[in-house]
Every structure is written in structure tokens, then in C-alpha cells.
T-cell receptor
Framework: QSVLTQPPSASGTPGQRVTISCSGG????????VHWYQQLPGTAPKLLIY???QRPSGVPDRFSGSRSGTSASLAISGLQSEDEADYFC????????????FGGGTKLTVL | QVQLQESGPGLVKPSETLSLTCSVS????????WSWIRQPPGKGLEWIGY???????NYNPSLKSRVSISVDTSKNQFSLKLNSLTAADTAVYHC?????????????WGQGTLATVSS
């Protein structure tokens, strides 16, 4: 059971806009920034969005992130077939001595 | 370009200790925090712990009693030891680098190595 909650699956057709949610609590998303990772099958996770809404160099502006309260979301506009992947959210949790927590991951299917 | 490569045995027996090493190339291990993160088959990611290049550590409370992470700056490597293994520890184990800027995030990851716990 992951600390952050994501829908297990999402889907869309090419060109559509899709959003993936990530829900947490006051000690993680409510207090700290959220980061998003994309994982293609058999590959290492790749940083997609950092510090809620920042894109690393090379990530298309079709990808955007936001955070409000104890939830965050990743939006993908102009969906493309190569976007089919698993997406994970992550945040620091201030509980105890502090530790990183992740969402369970969302499998995005491009129909 | 920074690259991380995990190495270690693919099969370990229950109750034994898993030992993995992450080799860093294309950059120095100094000045950064480094983490181990695992992913059981078909499940989400779980953070195991991190180490600073100077040797200070922090572990996931759920694994703290069984985990040890160390660093060897001369070899540009850091390592994971996880003891008292059970089948629940079967997972792909990734190493990752924390960003130099705060708030931290994981900016580079290794591809991961599958460790299977089975007799």
C-alpha cells in the first residue's frame, strides 16, 4: 500500500489531454513539493516534472504539473503514442526522521 | 552524462543478506546524496534509504532495522546491505542521485537490478 494514492490506470486517444492525480497528506504533499517520473517498460524511471511544475531540459511542454493542498496532478496534452508508460509521483514526508514516499504508479494507455 | 549501474547477485536465499553496489560514472559521487529505491514486481516504488557522500545516512522507518548503506568515494560507488531477507524483498533495486539543488528530487536513476529471494 503506497503512501501516495494514484489511479492504477488512465487512457486517452492521440491528441487528447489526460490528467493523473496524486493524493497524499499533510506531512508529505501538504508540506513538500511533488515530483513526477515516467517509466517505460524495462527502463529506468526518468524525471518528468520536479518541484511541482518545473520541466527538466528536454521534456516537452506538453507535460505540466500542479499542486494544491494535499494533492497534485500531472497533465499531458496533445497525447502521443510514445507517452504510453507508467507514471509515478514522489514527495518527501516529514514524519519521524523523514523519508521519501511514492505513489503506486499509473499505467497510461494511448488508445 | 551521469550514469548509474547497479550490480549484485540475482538470487539470494531467505534469511540471508542482499548486497548491491551502485557504480557512478560521468560525474563525481562527492557533494551529492544518493538513494536506493526498490520496486517489487507489478508494484510501486519504495524508498529504502539515502547516504550523503560524507557518510551520513537516513533510512525508511519500515526497513531501518535491516538496512545499511555505505559509500566508497575512492571507487565512486555506494552500496546497500539488506539482511533477514524474505520473499517480500524480491524486487528490482534502483540506485538514484539526488539533485544538487534543494528541495531535492531524483535526477538520475540506474536501470535497476532484479533480486529474487528464493531457496
Amino acid at each position: 500500500q503506497s503512501v501516495l494514492t494514484q489511479p492504477p490506470s488512465a487512457s486517452g486517444t492521440p491528441g487528447q489531454r489526460v490528467t493523473i492525480s496524486c493524493s497524499g497528506g499533510s506531512s508529505n504533499i501538504g508540506s513538500n513539493t511533488v515530483h513526477w517520473y515516467q517509466q517505460l517498460p524495462g527502463t529506468a524511471p526518468k524525471l518528468l516534472i520536479y518541484t511541482d511544475n518545473q520541466r527538466p531540459s528536454g521534456v516537452p511542454d506538453r507535460f505540466s504539473g500542479s499542486r494544491s493542498g494535499t494533492s497534485a496532478s500531472l497533465a499531458i496534452s496533445g497525447l502521443q503514442s510514445e507517452d504510453e508508460a507508467d507514471y509515478f509521483c514522489a514527495a518527501w514526508d516529514d514524519s519521524l526522521t523523514g523519508y521519501w514516499v511514492f505513489g503506486g504508479g499509473t499505467k497510461l494507455t494511448v488508445l | 552524462q551521469v550514469q548509474l549501474q547497479e550490480s549484485g547477485p540475482g538470487l539470494v536465499k531467505p534469511s540471508e543478506t542482499l548486497s548491491l553496489t551502485c557504480s557512478v560514472s560521468g560525474g563525481s559521487i562527492s557533494s551529492y546524496y544518493w538513494s536506493w529505491i526498490r520496486q517489487p514486481p507489478g508494484k510501486g516504488l519504495e524508498w529504502i534509504g539515502y547516504i550523503y557522500y560524507s557518510g551520513s545516512t537516513n533510512y525508511n522507518p519500515s526497513l531501518k532495522s535491516r538496512v545499511s548503506i555505505s559509500v566508497d568515494t575512492s571507487k565512486n560507488q555506494f552500496s546497500l546491505k539488506l539482511n533477514s531477507l524474505t520473499a517480500a524483498d524480491t524486487a528490482v533495486y534502483h540506485c538514484a542521485r539526488h539533485s544538487i539543488a534543494f528541495p531535492h528530487y531524483f535526477d538520475y536513476w540506474g536501470q535497476g537490478t532484479l533480486a529474487t529471494v528464493s531457496s
